[in-house]
């Protein structure tokens, strides 16, 4: 389970303008975290060392923010650089999207 914090309270939810401090809980199974070692273990195909760090920082950003608003964010910011690396990173493309909240 991910806990979502809002301003200064765990758990918030803001519902219409106003903030709830009802239980907000995701469930992201170990397997579909595994996809990130996965696409860590591909990145060595990738020649371009700068191209290569970059998708490791995008893809730990993506790791640390599954669950969260965030994640979408990072998940564009990884596809707008993996775009010059389809044939590496495909695979994994359609997994990752089924993370999107």
Known sequence: MTDIKVGDSKNSVIVGGSV???????????SDMKIFDDLQNALAEIDDENTRKSLEVA??????????????????????????HVT????????LAQLLV
């Open 20 to 30: 709830s401090n009802s239980t907000v809980s995701v469930n992201v199974q170990n």
């Open 59 to 84: 893809i730990e950003q993506m790791k640390g923010s599954v669950g969260t608003p965030t994640f979408a964010t990072h998940y564009k910011n990884f596809m707008s650089i993996a775009s010059d």
């Open 88 to 95: 590496v990173l495909s695979p994994f493309i359609s997994n």
